[in-house]
């Protein structure tokens, strides 16, 4: 580890302690107010619905078929997702550049199952098909070795079967070439997982590059797949990924298939940073602004078609 991190490291440390006080306070504050979910109606075992973040950071329940009609509500989140009952909620919280990932299970919302204290600002969570896993990533400065004040970005997955939390993915082994690539840049972000409750996927970046990492639970280790692929997110048939392609300073929606390599870009032409979630096997959907605030959108998966302006919010997550 670096002197240079290790100073920032100390500082931010310190810049904790100096909050705690006040991220007490807000504890407090927040479960006399019932600001988790005593008041959630959200169903999570109703089909045809599905879940986003409205642009007061509440999470809302529709139906698919009728995303005007909000059917429940739930807690505030700067990300949300949901699979097979267990609901992943990652907000900020008072202390700067501190983050809560508040595990719900079974659908029940009355209080959180599990509460992780994640080091940085929300970007990224997601759950496993079974309700399993939860990965998720933040941003973070002061520990970039990019330049002062800019971000970085880490990322961690916990089991909800044994309590195991595997940290970041910075503990992980990478190996390229037969060997475990070591360099003090290292970025991963974008967490998705297969059904089998071991393989996930990720991104990795270093000196300027990023990679489509596949990951083993079991040997802790990821090999990277293919390069220029950001933010995946496995497909429900888990035959493809919709992923960032990046072209200079832009990204731009792309499919790959797993089995074959063949890649094609989606129908969506504008600059998207967000990590896509497929409402089925056959559309994308993803978040971006709509030019008076974050809005969710959607695309056909088979770069068809053109997109299509779903609702005011961000974060979409089907039941």
Do not use: C, E
């Given at each position: 580890m670096s002197r240079t991190r290790v100073i920032a490291g100390i500082a931010l440390?310190?810049?904790?302690v100096a909050a705690g006080i006040g991220y007490v306070s807000w504890k407090a504050s927040t479960a006399s107010a019932g600001a988790g979910t005593q008041s959630s109606t959200l169903d999570l075992s109703r089909a045809g619905t599905m879940l986003y973040v409205d642009r007061s950071s509440t999470v809302?329940?529709?139906l698919r078929d009728r995303p005007d009609q909000v059917v429940g509500t739930g807690p505030k989140c700067q990300r949300v997702y949901a699979a097979a009952g267990t609901l992943g909620c990652l907000r900020s919280n008072a202390v700067p550049m501190s983050a809560e990932l508040d595990i719900y299970r079974d659908g029940d919302l009355s209080d959180s199952a599990t509460s992780l204290h994640v080091w940085g600002d929300p970007s990224r969570v997601r759950v496993s098909a079974d309700g399993r896993l939860v990965g998720w990533t933040v941003f973070r400065v002061g520990d970039s070795y990019l330049k002062q004040g800019a971000f970085s970005t880490t990322a961690g997955i916990f089991d909800l079967s044994n309590g195991a939390h595997y940290g970041s993915l910075e503990d992980f082994t990478t190996l390229v070439d037969g060997g475990p690539y070591r360099a003090e840049d290292l970025n991963f972000w974008g967490v998705t997982f297969l059904k089998d409750d071991t393989t996930f996927y990720a991104t990795m970046a270093s000196k300027g590059r990023t990679w489509?990492?596949?990951g083993d639970l079991r040997t802790r280790e990821m090999t990277p797949l293919r390069e220029n692929v950001e933010c995946p997110s496995v497909s429900p048939d888990q035959t493809?990924?919709?992923y960032k392609?990046?072209?200079g300073?832009?990204?731009?929606?792309h499919v790959l298939n797993l089995a074959t390599g063949a890649d094609h870009p989606l129908a969506e032409t504008a600059h998207i940073d967000d990590q896509a979630i497929w409402l089925d096997d056959q559309t994308v959907a993803y978040g971006k602004?709509?030019?008076?605030?974050p809005a969710v959108f959607t695309?056909?998966?088979?770069?068809?078609?053109?997109?299509?302006?779903l609702l005011a919010g961000s974060s979409p997550v089907p039941l």
């Open positions: 440390i310190a810049l904790f809302r329940q529709l489509l990492l596949r493809r990924i919709a392609y990046r072209t300073n832009r990204w731009r929606l602004n709509d030019g008076s605030g695309v056909p998966a088979d770069g068809s078609g053109a997109p299509r302006r």
